[in-house]
């Protein structure tokens, strides 16, 4: 049984989740908090849904990638612990979101040549790409992916927080486009769980996003990026 104050499902390819994860990160710095880094595919969620018709171009390539990404964490996780998953995690999202703007490429972060450095970062073994292409992981991810929802109910992204589980409740998101400081941080996290340790709370939202504020999207720190309009965690569009 998990020891963790906080259940934090991520699929490395999501901004928000990187946002996020990183405020997560400045919080447990500060208070004896707990985190075990858990997977939810944005890929598997969408596993029935026409990208072509839903999402802009791109899409489905950054979101195998997401998948592939996932697998590598999940044996990564079954060789070598909850800890280095942390680490990996870490690693992948500087590779992907912090390098500079995003080539337009989705599909490239699902490559070996991709991964490897991110393992090297992250003081771990590059032969653990080779799970890049191994689907016998994928049933791992698909089992965290339905425990998400479980928690949560269908009409969601990433990420998805649990709040000391097993008992507390889950959320998706906080959803944040800026990271606060370290006293920002703090504050944000007792408001955030405020809200959720009250059992008849369900949803506070709007679909207005600002662009995250992070290189591979062009903003850089301290901008602030252009509002978009998201749906179910994605842009979603209908042609």
């Known amino acids: 049984m998990s020891n963790a104050d906080l259940h934090f499902y991520f699929d490395p390819v999501c901004p928000f989740a990187w946002l996020t994860s990183k405020w997560v990160r400045l919080v447990a710095a500060q208070r004896d908090m707990a985190v075990e880094w858990r997977f939810i595919s944005l890929r598997l969620l969408n596993a029935s849904v026409d990208y072509d018709a839903q999402f802009p171009p791109g899409y489905e390539a950054g979101h195998t990638a997401g998948l592939r990404l996932l697998r590598v964490a999940a044996r990564t996780r079954a060789e070598h612990g909850h800890a280095a998953v942390a680490d990996l995690y870490a690693a992948l999202g500087a590779r992907v979101f912090e390098s500079g703007p ?20 992250a003081g771990l073994p590059t032969g653990l790409a080779a799970a890049l292409a191994e ?70 939202k709007r679909s207005l996003r600002e662009r995250p504020q992070l290189p591979s999207f062009g903003v850089p720190t301290g901008d602030v990026g252009v509002s978009e309009d998201w749906h179910g965690g994605s842009r979603r569009q209908h042609r």
């Open 135 to 204: 689907t016998s992981w994928d049933a791992q991810v698909q089992a965290e992916t339905d425990e998400a929802l479980a928690l949560t109910g269908k009409d969601v992204g990433t990420p998805i927080l649990h709040f000391r589980p097993p008992a507390g409740t889950a959320f998706f998101g906080p959803v944040i486009s800026r990271l606060p400081d370290a006293d920002q941080a703090v504050e944000l996290w007792d408001h955030v769980v405020g809200l959720a340790a009250f059992p008849g709370f369900a949803e506070l």
């Open 102 to 121: 995003a080539d337009g490429d989705g599909g490239r972060r699902g490559t070996r040549e991709f991964v490897e450095p991110a393992l090297t970062a």
